[in-house]
């Protein structure tokens, strides 16, 4: 078993790896792009990371667009020398229009995992300071992704202390100079274009992988490689367009045709053309979709998909429109037109995001399509004198708020709005629904980088044709007419308070299938009885639903029958008298495949309860991964999740269960592929050998009291990964130097 430390590589495919650090995102990359040309580029520039002056210094990748910056930066980012070099990583993506507040963000959000509700309380200066006190006196990596100027650097360089430690700052850009104008010391490394064999190679690796490239291939394929000016980003593109047939010569001899007077006098965005128009009129829509997103931003998937679904932009066939979505996404990952970037425990793809070239493509199409239209702040702040009309039917605006209101936009046909504004800034229910009366055929309403500093706006309930609404503020109740909404399908709620009261009237909303609340969900029961009218039969996901210890609780999970991922925290009730209480019957739920669950009191009666009187979580048979915060149970408990037949992933966090000591006892935990455990207290833990037969990953993190991962995990075929963070020096030692510790060394490395 080879056994690495701060690495954990992908289970749905290997060439995908990411870097897991206990909720925060990180960025992956494809190995094939590792293993052709880039290989001596990433050893030098790990040798300028982490060897040399101890002092901050700024490593430069420098090159032309396309020429593999971000790939070859995020390999050594990666890298299991620099996660063990370096206490703290950070990545963010600078572009040529940033915002100082974006980039703290997205560097603080890494370091200390701290989330946008909490961050839209703070000013700029507030988010610096705390940034500069998280990273004081660690040795840290930051990650400056394609920056253009030293604007950037300026705005954030205060936060990012010289403690003479080794930290380091890792600029990707197009300008060879700029490292050596920011004042520190600094290397440069310059990228240059694959050569003509290399170009080759990495197009052969491209489409058929390990298997090897037929001969009959190679003189139409040599010509098209050499047609890519050595670029990675259009071999990977052409790539992914001669993979659809890639055993069908025909094909080959129809994509070098059609391509080969273009490229060879345009170059990349030429084979971009070529990729495009090759693609089916459903993939071409969703790629168009990138085009309302920032250059370089990290894009949640789920959320993604679900508004391709709301826009209308695929077709049911003879599959849910779910399932139509996530083949669409995948076919454009393996097109090269997207990239993952993150992945989860069970290897499906979290976030992504598109190449800077594609994204400029993706816009210029877009618009010449007239399929959406991008208006950026320049072009609302110029149109005081009378209000914006917009002839298209998706808009997505980016402007500060008041400019926009002083705008005054608005089409009675737009059917899609997506506002991105200044998450610190805040509106009032009067000024808001000017907006929301322009407005009345909306099927997307996106307002979540909008802060609403006000009551739930009841206007946005005569925008009866919604499909998809998000939206954030200090909002701690939503109205009951919301069940007007009758056509809406994804509700999200970003709220600032501790927690959201819905009314019963979501019982109504019968089109309704994923619900997403920041904080906790308080579902009033209201006077409705529990009958066939009073459950939502096709809300399929749920976050963050409140439940507490009460018998009657139930009454709510009956609510939600075709529940499959839930999100809920378990709270102590008001009123709780330590009479006819139960853990939820969660069982109920015959469809729930993951459960995330976490726990919210402060009476010290009702922790009692949990560490003393608990007899059973009630779970369902068909549960695949379950997430535990903060329960503060007895280890006892954890045998009867060890039972679940079908769990495949269990992850364990922040005291879910405070004990010195875990004992697996036999046949526990049979088809369990991934096990995360951290925060706890546990010194002494023993393995069954008859216990966690299919494991393939493990990951254990801040368990500074625990003496030795149990020995019988070298003899589990499957494991191919333990990976460690924060635990005793013990510990590590043993991994480290398998054949010093009995039970790591049979299988070798």
């Given at each position: 078993m080879k056994i690495k430390q701060n690495q954990i590589s992908s289970t749905r495919n290997p060439s995908i790896q990411k870097?897991?650090?206990?909720?925060?995102?990180?960025?992956?990359?494809?190995?094939?792009?590792?293993?052709?040309?880039?290989?001596?580029?990433?050893?030098?520039?790990?040798?300028?990371?982490?060897?040399?002056?101890?002092?901050?210094?700024?490593?430069?990748?420098?090159?032309?667009?396309?020429?593999?910056?971000?790939?070859?930066?995020?390999?050594?980012?990666?890298?299991?020398?620099?996660?063990?070099?370096?206490?703290?990583?950070?990545?963010?993506?600078?572009?040529?229009?940033?915002?100082?507040?974006?980039?703290?963000?997205?560097?603080?959000?890494?370091?200390?995992?701290?989330?946008?509700?909490?961050?839209?309380?703070?000013?700029?200066?507030?988010?610096?300071?705390?940034?500069?006190?998280?990273?004081?006196?660690?040795?840290?990596?930051?990650?400056?992704?394609?920056?253009?100027?030293?604007?950037?650097?300026?705005?954030?360089?205060?936060?990012?202390?010289?403690?003479?430690?080794?930290?380091?700052?890792?600029?990707?850009?197009?300008?060879?100079?700029?490292?050596?104008?920011?004042?520190?010391?600094?290397?440069?490394?310059?990228?240059?274009?694959?050569?003509?064999?290399?170009?080759?190679?990495?197009?052969?690796?491209?489409?058929?992988?390990?298997?090897?490239?037929?001969?009959?291939?190679?003189?139409?394929?040599?010509?098209?490689a050499r047609n890519c000016k050595g670029l990675p980003l259009a071999i990977a593109v052409v790539a992914g367009l001669l993979e659809i047939k890639k055993n069908d010569i025909h094909w080959w001899k129809q994509i070098e045709k059609n391509s080969n007077s273009r490229i060879s006098t345009e170059g990349c965005m030429a084979i971009l053309e070529l990729s495009y128009n090759y693609l089916p009129d459903t993939l071409k829509a969703c790629f168009l979709y990138f085009a309302a997103y920032r250059q370089g931003e990290v894009i949640a998937v789920r959320k993604l998909m679900l508004l391709w679904i709301a826009e209308g932009l695929l077709q049911p066939e003879k599959r849910s429109l779910e399932a139509v979505a996530k083949e669409s996404f995948l076919e454009l990952i393996d097109r090269s037109l997207v990239i993952a970037t993150s992945r989860s425990s069970k290897g499906g793809i979290k976030a992504c995001r598109v190449h800077d070239l594609l994204h400029y493509f993706c816009r210029e199409k877009a618009k010449e399509e007239s399929f959406l239209h991008v208006v950026e702040r320049t072009e609302v702040s110029q149109c005081f004198s009378s209000p914006i009309r917009f002839d298209q039917y998706r808009l997505c605006l980016y402007s500060e708020w008041e400019t926009l209101i002083k705008s005054k936009p608005s089409n009675p046909n737009v059917s899609s709005l997506m506002l991105f504004a200044d998450t610190k800034e805040s509106t009032h229910n009067s000024v808001a629904s000017q907006i929301f009366q322009s407005f009345k055929l909306l099927k997307v309403l996106n307002l979540e980088s909008i802060n609403l500093d006000c009551p739930f706006p009841e206007e946005i309930v005569l925008i009866v044709h919604l499909r998809y609404l998000a939206i954030r503020g200090n909002i701690m109740t939503v109205p009951s007419c919301i069940s007007n909404l009758w056509n809406l399908e994804t509700f999200v709620l970003q709220g600032s308070y501790d927690f959201v009261q819905l009314p019963d009237t979501i019982c109504k909303m019968k089109s309704l299938k994923h619900v997403f609340v920041s904080e906790r969900a308080v579902v009033s029961l209201g006077d409705m009885e529990l009958e066939e009218s009073s459950q939502l039969n096709n809300v399929e996901t749920f976050s963050s639903l409140s439940v507490d210890q009460r018998a009657d609780s139930w009454m709510l999970l009956r609510r939600f029958p075709k529940l499959r991922k839930l999100r809920c925290v378990f709270t102590e009730s008001e009123n709780y008298t330590g009479k006819g209480i139960q853990f939820p019957l969660l069982a109920l739920l015959k469809d729930l495949e993951s459960l995330k669950m976490s726990t919210y009191g402060s009476g010290q009666l009702f922790y009692s309860w949990m560490r003393v009187q608990f007899q059973g979580f009630n779970l369902p048979s068909t549960l695949k991964k379950l997430t535990l915060h903060k329960f503060g149970l007895p280890w006892r408990a954890v045998s009867e999740l060890g039972k679940l037949p079908c769990l495949e992933v269990l992850k364990l966090r922040e005291q879910a269960f405070p004990g010195q000591r875990w004992e697996v006892d036999d046949e526990q935990f049979l088809n369990l592929k991934f096990l995360e455990l951290s925060s706890s207290e546990i010194e002494e833990w023993n393995v069954s050998a008859e216990s966690f037969t299919c494991l393939q990953q493990l990951v254990v993190g801040d368990f500074s009291r625990l003496k030795e991962i149990p020995s019988i995990f070298g003899q589990i075929s499957t494991l191919t990964i333990i990976r460690l963070h924060g635990c005793s020096n013990q510990v590590e030692f043993c991994l480290a130097n398998p054949q010093r510790s009995t039970g790591y060394g049979k299988r070798g490395t």
């Open positions: 870097s897991y650090s206990f909720g925060r995102p990180r960025a992956s990359i494809s190995s094939t792009d590792e293993v052709v040309g880039l290989v001596e580029d990433a050893k030098a520039v790990l040798d300028k990371l982490t060897r040399g002056s101890m002092k901050l210094n700024i490593v430069s990748i420098a090159g032309m667009p396309g020429v593999g910056k971000t790939t070859l930066a995020m390999k050594v980012y990666n890298d299991p020398s620099v996660q063990c070099y370096f206490i703290k990583r950070a990545w963010c993506y600078v572009s040529q229009v940033y915002r100082r507040r974006d980039l703290l963000f997205d560097i603080l959000r890494s370091v200390i995992g701290i989330d946008q509700v909490e961050i839209s309380k703070k000013d700029d200066d507030e988010i610096a300071n705390q940034l500069r006190q998280s990273l004081k006196g660690q040795k840290y990596i930051i990650v400056m992704d394609d920056i253009w100027n030293l604007g950037a650097w300026d705005a954030v360089k205060y936060s990012l202390p010289d403690d003479s430690n080794g930290s380091r700052i890792l600029f990707t850009s197009r300008n060879h100079k700029l490292a050596e104008m920011s004042g520190l010391p600094f290397h440069v490394h310059p990228l240059n274009e694959l050569s003509n064999d290399k170009s080759w190679d990495l197009l052969q690796k491209k489409v058929f992988h390990s298997d090897g490239c037929p001969s009959k291939f190679s003189n139409i394929g040599e010509k098209m």
